[in-house]
């Protein structure tokens, strides 16, 4: 169809038949590590929108990885957050390729605290601008307080190209029902969905390290190995510890003599008493 409307119109403003278009089958993949770092980020920030940029690779055309995030100093209000602070980013990222972390910027996230998953008018001129730097950049929002144990309130976004929807052309090939089956919300909707952008499949990996970290969560008291005291408290333990091991030793030590004392008296009991016994069945018969 695109061909034949091209061929119409003389080949004047008619979108390319074989330019590459978004597809339904894009995911993103989020390291346990990032989640954890974005919801506590969101939490502290509550009841203001806090921001931070996503590091990882773009693996292909529709496959973005985020292995780490990190946050950045913007002040925000209620409903709306500041720009990237370029300056800040650009120190960021050479303090972590010191500590090689090597991955690009990927995108960016911010909370939204109470009032769901979407982008508004702010969110996406934001959104423009990583676009323009990588038209592969992912916007992804978290709602720390709708988010409960068990379930993450998060959503990540890809502007649609106007341009291409004003033509008649599709902005998304259909090749695929992966997280298409969970509907979106009727505020989303509202605020531009799958007009102005839409939405991205979120699945979430973990490796053996992470996953031993979120199995030390769980544990009471995990961190308190990496706590310094102080030296006073400190010796003063290991003397009360000393105390009580010489006051078991003391009593072990009595144990000891008394069962002792016992295995010497028992036999000399025990043949007083058979030699009575013999005595009176000598006197019965």
């Known amino acids: 169809i695109q ?3 091209m061929n119409q119109m003389g080949g004047q403003g008619a979108p390319n038949p074989d330019m590459p278009l978004a597809d339904t089958s894009e995911q993103i993949y989020i390291s346990s590590l990032s989640l954890l770092k974005m919801l506590k980020h969101g939490r502290a920030g509550v009841p203001f929108e806090v921001m931070g940029l996503m590091l990882g690779e773009i693996v292909d055309d529709y496959t973005v990885k985020v292995v780490d995030v990190f946050a950045m100093p913007q002040s925000g209000t209620s ?3 500041e720009s990237v602070d370029p300056v800040f980013q650009t120190n960021m990222l050479d303090m972590l390729k010191q500590t090689q972390r090597s991955e690009i910027v990927v995108g960016w996230y911010h909370s939204h605290p109470g009032f769901g998953c979407w982008l508004s008018g702010v969110d996406i001129n934001t959104q423009q601008s990583f676009e ?3 038209n592969k950049a992912v916007a992804v929002v978290v ?3 709708q988010s409960v144990k068990g379930k993450v309130v998060i959503d990540a976004f890809r502007l649609i190209n106007p341009q291409v929807t004003m033509l008649g052309g599709e902005p998304r090939q259909t090749t695929s029902n992966i997280g298409h089956i969970e509907k979106p919300s009727l505020q ?4 531009g969905l799958n007009k102005h952008y839409y ?3 979120i699945n979430f990996r973990k490796n053996e390290l992470e996953q031993k970290m979120l199995l030390n969560l769980y544990k009471r008291k995990w961190n308190q190995a990496m706590k310094l005291e102080r030296m006073d408290d400190h010796a003063k333990r290991n003397e009360n510890v000393m105390e009580s091991m010489a006051n078991l030793s003391k009593d072990y030590s009595k144990w000891i003599e008394a069962v002792s004392y016992t295995h010497l008296t028992l036999p000399t009991i025990y043949s007083v008493q058979i030699s009575v016994v013999a005595v009176s069945l000598k006197k019965k018969k």
């Open 3 to 5: 061909r034949m409307l």
């Open 132 to 134: 323009q730097l990588n």
């Open 79 to 81: 409903v709306s957050v």
């Open 188 to 191: 989303a909707l509202y605020r």
């Open 199 to 201: 939405s991205i499949v």
């Open 143 to 145: 709602d720390p307080i």
